[in-house]
């Protein structure tokens, strides 16, 4: 009876071994070529560096990746955590071969999709301007700070001196704030693309999400306000108003027609804004610039009445007649059957007012009935 007792405990015994080497079996690691991994250094000599990736054998780093010359690979200690490539699942000794270079670039994305994910605060050292902003080495990759996410106080001090115009002419004033360390946040970012944005207003305390529902809250739809010039773009401009972003879209920007905001701002310049609207999605204001100076076309019929003779610039001409500038934002139309002859643009002229319709923004000159 007991050497059947003794035959059944060791039954018992082998199967709850069976089953405790399946469950390890289980939570090994399997890898392939091209998979990163994330383990802890075992041991460390002069050709070589073991480790630990939880699968049934360690990794091995060697060879070149080991170069005498290379610091970073100096540094490295037993108990110590490592990114890795696996360059191959098993070598002839039966090591996982992996690679830190390989690995380099995916670790500085992991470490940066990190850092968007916590929010954390990190570095980024400026290297040059950019189409509308700057170029900066991030944690060693590439990154791209946009003009409009600088704190306003670089405007204020460093590039106070920026041009109106060309982008050659702003690269050349931005060159200040080359080689600087600027704290700053991810905001977006996408691998696949090669995108890395960053902002250096999210990264502090007074551009916070919190200061900056403060600062909305305060803000009115009709009020105006005074702010800086941040970025200059085809379609409009972005305006820095203590922290709170705002747009002045190119349509704001003057009575007249404008066909570049360049022509009429530069990044750093102050400038004044009426709020048109606040964007509860983007906690964006919507502003004007013209909204500040009165339309010329609410005066016209009193300024400019049928049979007034005016005086203004040839500012456009089309196959119907000429377009004539009498103010910064009104401009008559002479009709092609109401010249003396061709006109040109710039070309400075006298005519006498046939037609004035307010409501519709219409003028209509005439060279001839002046002459009668």
Not at 55 to 64: F, L
Not at 158 to 184: I, M, N, P, Q, R
Request: hydrophobic share 40%; proline share 3%.
């Amino acid at each position: 009876m007991a050497k059947v007792s003794k035959a059944s405990k060791i039954k018992r015994e082998s199967a709850v071994m069976d089953r405790l080497m399946g469950d390890a079996s289980l939570k090994l690691k399997e890898f392939k070529p091209g998979d990163l991994v994330e383990g802890t250094v075992v041991s460390v000599t002069k050709g070589e560096v073991l480790i630990d990736v939880g699968a049934k054998s360690e990794g091995i780093i060697s060879g070149t990746e080991l170069s005498d010359g290379d610091d970073e690979k100096k540094a490295i200690l037993p108990g110590q955590r490592l990114f890795a490539k696996v360059l191959q699942a098993e070598n002839d000794q039966g090591y996982i071969v992996l690679s830190i270079k390989k690995a380099e670039k995916e670790r500085k994305w992991k470490d940066a999709e990190d850092a968007y994910k916590d929010g954390t605060v990190i570095e980024a050292k400026i290297l040059e301007y950019n189409k509308g902003g700057l170029l900066c080495d991030c944690g060693g990759l590439r990154g791209f700070i946009p003009l409009s996410h600088l704190d306003r106080v670089h405007f204020a001090n460093d590039v106070a001196k920026f041009a109106a115009g060309s982008e050659a002419e702003l690269k050349e004033s931005l060159k200040v704030l080359s080689g600087k360390v600027l704290k700053v946040k991810v905001i977006e970012l996408d691998q696949e693309k090669n995108r890395f944005v960053l902002s250096e207003k999210d990264a502090l305390v007074g551009y916070s999400a919190d200061v900056r529902e403060e600062k909305l809250a305060d803000i009115k739809i009709g009020d105006t306000l005074e702010g800086i010039v941040t970025g200059i773009m085809p379609f409009g401009v972005f305006v820095d108003l203590d922290g709170v972003e705002g747009l002045v879209h190119i349509s704001e920007i003057a009575w007249e027609k404008v066909n570049h905001p360049s022509n009429y701002f530069s990044v750093g310049q102050t400038v004044k804004v009426m709020v048109l609207g606040i964007d509860d999605a983007t906690k964006k204001l919507a502003l004007s610039v013209k909204r500040l100076v009165p339309n010329p076309w609410e005066t016209v019929e009193q300024k400019y009445p049928v049979g007034a003779k005016v005086s203004g610039k040839v500012s456009k001409i089309v196959p119907f007649g000429a377009f004539v500038t009498l103010e910064k934002g009104l401009d008559g139309l002479i009709h092609i059957s109401e010249t003396e002859g061709p006109l040109e643009e710039g070309q400075e002229i006298s005519a006498v007012v046939t037609q004035v319709d307010a409501a519709n923004q219409k003028l209509a000159l005439s060279v001839k009935q002046l002459e009668k």
